[in-house]
Nanobody, 114 residues
Framework: QVQLVESGGGLVQPGGSLRLSCAASGFIVRLYEMAWYRQAPGKQRELVASITSGGNTNYPDSVKGRFTIARDNAKNTVYLQMNSLKPEDTAVYYC????????WGQGTQVTVSS
């Protein structure tokens, strides 16, 4: 049923930008609060962005003003635009529900380094 496939990660210099994509199938993303999470080596997974079914967005202080979550209902896809990237943003990024499903996909690696 539910499938979430992340893509768009890569290596970027500090101050650069990346756009991550989360292609969803088996459900309609507009009907749920969706979120992006990240996990750095040796650290716990953390929430970095969320968007409600009504379009309201939320971000923790660590990324607020730099990251933007968006949704394309026609494509049933959730995006994460990341600007002004810092080395501290290096992590594997995952998409999931705001109240996450037990299943986590492979994620997409983001590495910010000079």
């Amino acid at each position: 049923q539910v499938q979430l496939v992340e893509s768009g990660g890569g290596l970027v210099q500090p101050g650069g930008s990346l756009r991550l994509s989360c292609a969803a199938s088996g459900f309609i993303v507009r009907l749920y609060e969706m979120a992006w999470y990240r996990q750095a080596p040796g650290k716990q997974r953390e929430l970095v962005a969320s968007i409600t079914s009504g379009g309201n967005t939320n971000y923790p202080d660590s990324v607020k003003g730099r990251f933007t979550i968006a949704r394309d209902n026609a494509k049933n896809t959730v995006y994460l635009q990341m600007n002004s990237l810092k080395p501290e943003d290096t992590a594997v990024y995952y998409c999931n529900f705001r109240l996450p499903n037990a299943y986590w996909g492979q994620g997409t690696q983001v590495t910010v380094s000079s």
